[in-house]
């Protein structure tokens, strides 16, 4: 049996998920957003943490409850496991249901990132382009969804986004053309979600919008987390100054 953990069992998490070194665990285990599930609500030793498209296990493999944890998922989720017994587990009990790929892990150090360098990224916006913040106007605009849900559905609301989150958009004849905003929060920083349309794609559109929001997360003190979903993310994530560790595994599950 599985259960879900409250904020005082999140706490007792943080140690089992370490290894992971994930900005969006922290999201959960903090208590901003997501949800853990777990074998013990007091002295739990597998675990499964969800925040919007991600599901994350760790803890004993074996353990009995690993694979009702395994088969708690929504359709459409992203495993990230943590070692290799994890893997044999999830791919034995999603057998013909998942694709396996790689993300791209970037080092979690400010000094990394040039604050000057990322402004006269800035002034690489075309003229007829028009970069703003992202306010309830735009928030509220469906072009901005359009390009991605994941800009501010993992708050509870468009409010609790504009009170909580952070983003900016690119604008070209009123309409959200490109975006860079918060995936998720967590108590020193937020995860980057970057989106462009695929009609405005290869125009720099995006490193100028990432470039603005990484400032603006600086100058608050606040470390803006990047995790490349692809080889282009990567590509783009070189190009604002973070530096590359390692590519690790994802699956995507499609439980339908």
């Known amino acids: 049996m599985i259960y879900k953990a409250d904020i005082k069992t999140k706490k007792r998490l943080k140690t089992m998920f370490e290894g992971f070194d994930s900005t969006i665990i922290l999201s959960c285990l903090q208590g901003h ?21 991600f599901s994350f296990y760790a803890g004993n493999s074996h353990a009995t409850e690993a694979e009702e944890l395994l088969d708690n998922l929504p359709e459409d989720i992203l495993v990230i496991v943590k070692d ?16 396996k790929f790689s993300r791209y892990k970037f080092r979690k150090k400010a000094s990394d990132l040039n ?13 007829e382009y028009e970069l703003k ?29 504009l009170d909580r989150g952070s983003g900016f958009a690119i604008l070209h004849h009123g309409q959200v053309v490109c975006g860079a905003s918060s995936f ?21 559109l ?24 692809n080889p282009e993310s990567a590509k783009l994530a070189k190009r604002l100054g973070y530096v590359y560790e390692k590519a690790y595994d994802t699956y995507y599950i499609n439980n339908r």
Request: glycine fraction near 6%; hydrophobic fraction near 35%; charge should be negative.
């Open 115 to 127: 604050t000057s360098y990322l402004e006269t990224l800035l002034l690489k916006l075309p003229e």
């Open 184 to 204: 998720s929060i967590y108590d020193d920083g937020i995860e980057i979600e970057v989106g462009t349309h695929p009609n405005y794609r290869r125009k720099g």
């Open 133 to 161: 913040r992202i306010d309830t106007t735009i928030a509220n605009d469906p072009s901005l969804h359009e390009i991605s849900e994941d800009f501010t559905c993992q708050f509870d609301s468009i409010e609790d986004y």
């Open 206 to 229: 995006a490193l100028v919008v990432s470039s603005a929001l990484i400032l603006d997360c600086l100058s608050k003190g606040m470390y803006p987390s990047w995790d490349g979903a």
């Open 33 to 53: 957003m997501g949800t853990a599930w777990v074998n013990d609500l007091e002295n739990p030793t597998v675990a499964q943490i969800t925040v919007g498209i």
């Open 84 to 99: 290799d017994e994890w893997k044999k587990r999830l791919e034995t009990i999603h057998k013909g249901a998942y694709d």
